[in-house]
């Protein structure tokens, strides 16, 4: 059976879902098919939003709603360090927010998310084949691109405009033209599951037993994203809307293995359990059986994001790492900037220039975050002192040059991917220079015993992240501590010196700090 559409997107989680639905929005005679090959959507990697995703979710789609009764609001980040495996729950460093948060994010059930997306996109018109899987696909043809399915409805063929890939981290279109590249400069892999029997971050039982522990902080640690840190890897900690907890841990082969053992699921459990945090909050925990996942070399791109008659968006056009929880920005980005451009093109307007722009600006985009957030910043994730210094320059850097622009004119924002112009290439080498220095900063510990000394007895709990001038306080916070490791560097280095011969050459950690 053959049909014939002005757009055709394969993938209907939330890139290609929220696609779909700004298109229609904009132009609601377009004739739009989504096609979805499972039968049910399953878990990502990470269940959380920033603020710049969900700005896009609550002003752009009109989910607040449905966010605010099917979801949970989260309240920030929480950050966990420790450096000895019996410490005391009460001695491990906490960083992370002492009050509620300003501005909206959500913890996220994303086979939940995915479905009420694809929901709105056939509410507002939408045609979709589900379950369905692509056979084939053509994008020069004569006559327009094409591609073929199968599915229960038998065989399927459309014709069509525009073929948008959505299929996220399956990448068809990269994979099958050759632009497909992982990014072999960050070996990050991530294992996680659900969990039940999750020891509640406010209950009673903490009041009695750690006072201090609860009297500090004015917001409720529960619905906060808490992490746990060591050095090359980190946990993730994330309540969901029913009970269920999902965790996982991220980790940079090159750094640290993760720990044998029978399943899976058994061994992310028993290295969450090495922890002392991570044994006090599921000391009677279990993973849900059948729940539990694994993904190896998690960082890819695409070297080329569209052509005429086609374009990528979200996962299919790349991932970095999912610390942070950047992942639903560059769906938020790269949905908004292609749905505009097909509605451009199929209301007869050139997007000669907009194809040019996104395949430009695309690649830029993703070297700039990877490079300015991630890059080799699995060295220093288990010094409390340096990813401190880093999780608020980070941030902060984040709601100078994203969160304003986003709440200031949502519209317009989107249209713009991060890191482009003048502005963007300077907060881009403001961050990289950092993120290298605090990365040696590490390397200058580990070799010298220095690493983690200070992971016990100090609490850094901040007034919280707003996007206006407020922010300064928590720049400076962030400049003061990097400073304070520099001066600790150098002495360290001066120390160093005195014991060391002096025929001796130097050695190669020294040239790195």
């Known amino acids: 059976m053959n049909f014939e ?9 939330f890139s290609g879902a929220a696609t779909a639905l700004i298109l229609k929005r904009k132009r609601p005679e377009a004739r739009v098919l989504i096609i979805e090959k499972t039968a049910e959507f399953d878990r990502k990697v990470g269940e959380s939003t920033t603020e710049v995703s969900s700005c896009y979710m609550t002003r752009i789609l009109g989910l607040t709603h449905y966010l605010g009764h099917h979801q949970l609001a989260k309240q920030g980040l929480r950050l966990w360090f420790s450096n000895q495996p019996d410490q005391r729950f009460d001695d491990c460093v906490e ?13 996220v059930d994303r086979a939940k998310l995915d479905s009420h997306m694809l929901e709105l996109a056939v509410r507002a018109g939408c045609e979709l084949w589900r379950p369905a899987k692509v056979t084939s696909f053509e994008l020069h043809n004569s006559n327009g691109p094409k591609v073929s399915t199968v599915g229960d409805l038998g065989e399927r063929t459309a014709s069509c405009r525009w073929i948008i890939d959505a299929t996220g981290r399956a ?24 969990f039940t029997g999750v020891k509640e971050w406010d209950s009673y039982e903490w009041r009695e037993r750690f006072p201090g522990y609860t009297n500090r902080c004015r917001t409720a640690r529960e619905w906060a994203t ?5 050095r090359g890897w980190w946990v993730w900690i994330i309540p969901l809307h029913g009970g269920d907890v999902s965790a996982g841990i991220v980790y940079d082969s090159r750094i640290f293995k993760f720990p044998e053992g029978p399943s899976l699921g058994q061994r992310l459990l028993a290295h969450i359990l090495s922890n002392p945090v991570g044994r006090e909050i599921f000391g009677s925990a279990h993973a849900i059986e059948g729940d539990v996942h694994a993904l190896s070399m998690l960082p ?9 008659g086609w374009a990528a968006v979200g996962d299919a056009a790349g991932f970095i790492d999912p610390l942070y929880s950047p992942g639903l920005d560059f769906c938020s980005y790269t949905s908004y900037y292609v749905a505009n451009l097909l509605e451009r093109s199929l209301s007869g307007k050139d997007v000669t220039e907009q194809l040019r722009h996104y395949n430009q600006q695309y690649p830029i985009t993703y070297r700039s975050w990877f490079e ?20 608020l320059l980070d941030v902060s850097s984040y709601y100078v040059g994203l969160v304003r622009a986003a709440y200031r004119d949502p519209e317009c924002a989107f249209l713009n991917l991060p890191f482009s112009g003048l502005g963007g290439t300077l907060v881009r080498n403001m961050m990289n220079f950092y993120n290298r220095r605090l990365v ?20 850094e709990l901040y007034d919280g992240f707003v996007p206006d001038i407020r922010l300064r306080k928590q720049i400076s916070r962030g400049l003061r501590r990097w400073w304070k490791c520099e001066l600790i560097n150098l002495a360290l280095m001066l120390r160093r010196a005195s014991v060391v011969p002096a025929h001796q050459p130097p050695t190669t950690v020294a040239t790195e700090a």
């Not at 960083?95 to 913890?107: A, D």
């Not at 040696?440 to 609490?459: D, F």
């Open 95 to 107: 960083i992370g927010t002492r009050y509620q948060s300003r501005l909206p994010s959500f913890q």
């Open 300 to 308: 890819y791109y695409s070297e080329k994001v569209c052509d005429p």
């Open 440 to 459: 040696a900063l590490a390397k200058r510990r580990w070799v010298a015993g220095y690493y983690g000394r200070r992971n016990a007895g100090w609490r």
């Open 226 to 230: 808490n992490h746990l840190f060591g």
């Open 372 to 391: 300015s957030l991630y890059k080799d910043k699995y060295y220093y994730m288990g010094d409390a002192d340096l990813m401190s210094a880093a999780l």
């Open 171 to 194: 990448t068809m279109f990269a994979r099958k033209l050759g632009y497909l590249r992982p990014n072999t400069e960050h070996p990050i892999n991530a294992v996680w599951a659900r």
């Open 5 to 13: 559409y002005d757009v055709v997107i394969v993938g209907g989680a």
